[in-house]
């Protein structure tokens, strides 16, 4: 039977500096930049509610339809009718388009001009395509959701994007399914506020028929989760059963706020303070074998006396000497139908020997084994876990990653039992984030599912609220309502608000640190998230932060 130390100690300060704790290496240290007068948080910050949607069973449907030839249009587009299949009297047809080559307007075909130096500007460059908008107004009585339909025809593939008062929605390509025909694409769950609204769709290289909005009557329905009583470990010890406790009884209610750290001094913390003057609930830090663990370790301890919630994510270097992203390292070679995840380091050696396993195989299991020593050291401080290996599974990234699918399931499960039955670490809750849901181990050995969602630039920052809703949509239609979902990684905060009205909570999210929240010298960036974002998200009545965590709910 298993007996494990509660180390206390009194923590003042966010920056953590020369606090030895049993169990757990002396810290090298910086000193620490930030006094607290409240050290969880502010708990005089405004909480700021999180909106509904106003649709009610009375509220009558809408329908509109807009054709694109009566609105604004600008940019690389004008009004043709060389296309068949229109509605209306014509269409808002690209300059750039083929099929209308042959009909465009003298000052359009050839030369266009600059208005602005009084000289003649050429047209696009070969391969170069204009960009165009059609800008509709039209009013909305309530604010709910709708679903917009755009008809529109592309010879080449386009990216369109939709606004909403100078708000991006949405954005979709035209390409596999590009015929040189009008086809109609709907986009659903638009959510829009009462009032007079312009919606504008923009982009190069297509033709807009007409868009259609529709609103019904029925509000988004609140998903039916089943998700299980207890952790997929059996043997799950009395803190992380609270944890996953406290986790599965507020998802779809609330999200709990997470940050990753860029090393044990947690700077990217008193950055979000400063932003904020809030605290994340969750610390995310990155646990591997080199000259940092045993700060990490000793962050980690410090962090769960103020009450904080630990996850770490494995930076597994590839066995044998080999880097995070080897190519030489192949998982497959690994494979074994042998029963190796409860043999004793003598026995693997033993097979070793006898040819019945693989080098890449002892060599997995002596770094499960090695992991395992580090993770002990939370184990005995009786301190949870959110423990995420193996991460970005189906990507082109990681050694782990790069592997079939099946080879991956195997390291998975090899890894879940080792660490869960042999090692007998109770205190882990576990985290599969994955690419590719080709990738998903059994359902019985992880208790949440993640994906990671970053903006392929800054200018795609806007538009990522759509892109959470539907990368929820596909998390929860993968591995069905038995699991609750989380964003694991992601280069943006997730729209709350959006979030809600949509019925797409995630139980937590983790920003990643670097540009995502600092500039080269530590300050904050504003990059890719404001100040104001910050704000709203740590201080949202639908948020989880330290203080709430301590006073509130956990």
């Known amino acids: 039977m298993k007996v494990k130390s509660i180390v206390l100690c009194t ?18 240290t910086a000193e620490p930049t930030v006094t607290e007068e409240f050290p969880l948080g502010d708990p005089f910050a405004e909480r700021l509610p999180v909106p509904t949607d106003e649709t009610a069973a009375d509220t009558p449907e809408f329908y509109v339809k807009l054709e694109a030839e009566n609105a604004e249009i ?7 009718s060389r296309r068949t299949g229109f509605s209306g009297t014509g269409y808002a047809g690209s300059i750039d388009s083929i099929a209308n080559a042959e009909t465009l307007p003298p000052e359009t075909s050839n030369e266009s001009s600059d208005e602005t130096s009084g000289t003649s500007a050429s047209s696009s460059e070969p391969g170069e395509v204009r960009e165009g908008s059609v800008t509709f107004k039209t009013d909305f009585e309530s604010s709910r959701h709708y679903s917009i339909s755009i008809c529109a025809a592309a010879d080449r593939p386009a990216e369109i994007t939709v606004s909403a008062n100078g708000e991006i929605a949405g954005m979709f390509d035209i390409d596999e399914n590009r015929t040189g025909r009008f086809l109609k694409i709907t986009l659903a769950k638009f959510f829009l506020t009462s009032g007079n609204t312009e919606i504008k769709i923009s982009g190069g290289g297509f033709d807009l028929d007409y868009i259609e ?10 998903p ?31 999200t709990v706020t997470g940050q990753y750290v ?30 940092e663990t045993s700060g990490e370790l000793n962050a980690v301890a410090q962090w769960h006396e103020l009450g904080g919630i630990t996850g770490l994510t494995w930076n597994w270097n590839a066995p044998g000497g080999g880097g995070l992203y080897s190519d030489s390292f192949k998982l497959s070679n690994a494979v074994t139908d042998k029963e190796v995840a409860m043999l004793r380091p003598e026995n693997i050696k033993e097979k070793l020997s006898a040819g019945e396993i693989s080098r890449e195989c002892a060599a997995i299991i002596e770094d499960i084994d090695g992991i395992a020593e580090l993770l002990k050291d939370l184990w005995e401080a009786d301190i949870p876990v959110l423990w995420r290996p193996l991460h970005q599974a189906g990507s082109d990234w990681f050694w782990w990653s790069k592997a079939d699918a099946e080879s991956y399931k195997w390291l998975w499960e090899l ?13 882990l809750i576990w985290v599969w984030n994955g690419i590719n849901f080709d990738y998903m181990p059994e359902l019985s050995m992880f208790d949440i599912a993640s994906a990671d969602l970053y903006p392929e630039s800054e200018e795609d920052a806007p538009a990522m609220a759509r892109s959470e809703q539907e990368m929820f949509t596909s998390l929860s239609e993968a591995v069905g309502m038995g699991k609750m979902l989380a964003l694991g990684e ?26 995502y929240i600092s500039d080269g010298s530590g300050k904050f960036s504003g990059k890719y998230n404001s100040e104001e974002a910050f704000y709203r998200v740590y201080n949202s009545e639908g948020t989880v932060n330290l203080y709430t965590l301590n006073t509130a709910y956990y």
């Open 11 to 28: 923590v003042l300060l966010i920056v953590f500096a020369g606090c030895e704790k049993s169990g757990f290496p002396a810290e090298s």
């Open 213 to 222: 909005i529709k609103g019904n009557s029925e509000e988004i329905s609140t």
């Open 224 to 254: 039916e989760f089943a998700v299980p009583d207890d952790p997929c470990n059996p043997n799950a010890g009395d803190s992380a059963r609270a944890l996953y406790a406290f986790l599965k009884e507020g998802y779809g209610t609330r």
């Open 490 to 515: 992601c280069g943006v905060l997730p729209d709350i608000d959006a979030s809600f009205r949509n019925r797409s909570v995630w139980l937590f999210f983790g920003l990643w640190h670097g540009e």
């Open 262 to 291: 860029s090393d044990p001094q947690n700077r990217e913390l008193n950055l979000i303070r400063e932003a904020t003057k809030q605290y994340p609930a969750i610390r995310f830090g990155i646990l591997e074998k080199n000259a």
């Open 74 to 80: 600008a940019g690389g587009m004008y009004i043709s």
């Open 415 to 427: 890894v879940f039992m080792r660490l869960s039955f042999f090692h007998e670490l109770d205190n």
